[in-house]
């Protein structure tokens, strides 16, 4: 009797979980509409979305499974002096997929020819967080001539996977191993089954996975976004395709004297239970000094910020400090 009872609450609480999804994200369809404009190019339709007017161009590079929903708390700000342009790369948000390779330099050409495709010449500021570090570096080498400062915000290095586990020791490094075979198995099988019974409505709902203080709205637009099956296709996609866009990078080489910051977040790098305050130290210390710092060597007019009171997502934490930072390229690029 007692298992029938718990069985039949586990098959009500799997309904209501369904329904509310269904029609969650059926009023999350209603609800939020993209802004700007569809632009078809490299046989892709495109949503870019720009504002404001003047020159150098701001261009702004999501980090990976980010929609250009999330540079709202910074493209107003840079509206307000120059022209600012963000986009949805293939499969994220409103843009559609792509069947090509989610390789950085792929990402970089459809960039190059969305932009063309818009009318929206250069020069640019090229701004890229996280993995997007990876694709403005790789266009920035391509487009050399077009590129006249370069701002990274808490952008990903190569290195850093095998660089941080290193300092663990080997329960911890075993265990490291591990977890990203879980989390591997979560994005292709528990996750889109979390989604469909609305766990991960609730949890965006509640705010969890977001910084303090991030708008409500916002909020629910980078959840409706991101549970996407085809944007969590493309974040697998260019996942898988991180150790060939690394050796693009690094093919792209270094920016001469180009205008470059390189935000970097202050905040413990992963925290983590497990550790001790002296080897999340080690792993802070790392990514600021050396592989952040590395970053900002790619100029010999390069320079590194800290933000020390912000986590990786700046963007969202702390965007006053993208915005500066952001401002200071542009005008050192005006020069």
Known sequence: MIARIVLAGVIACVIVGAVYQVIGSATDARRFRQRGKTVRAAGVAFHLDCSGSGKPTVILESGMSVPAAGWALVQPEIARFTRVCSYDRAGYGWSDPSSRPRTSIEIAKELAALLNAAGEAGPYVVTGHSFGGYNVRVFAGMNRADVVGMVLVDASHGDEGERLEALLPAPLRERERKDQQREEWLDRIETPVLIHLGIERLKAAAGWD????????????????????????????????????????????????????????????????????????QQRDLWIHVLQADEARLSTNGRQIVVADSGHMIPFERPGAVVSAIREVWEAARQ
């Open 210 to 281: 977001r910084p303090d203080g991030l708008p409500r709205e916002l909020r629910r637009e980078l959840s409706y976004l991101e549970q996407q099956s085809k944007s969590r296709s493309a974040v697998d996609a260019e996942d898988k395709a991180s150790g060939q866009s690394w050796a693009q990078v690094r093919a792209a080489g270094n920016f001469g004297s180009l205008p470059l910051v390189v935000l970097t977040a202050g905040e413990p790098y992963d925290p983590d239970p497990l550790l001790t305050k002296a080897q999340m130290d």
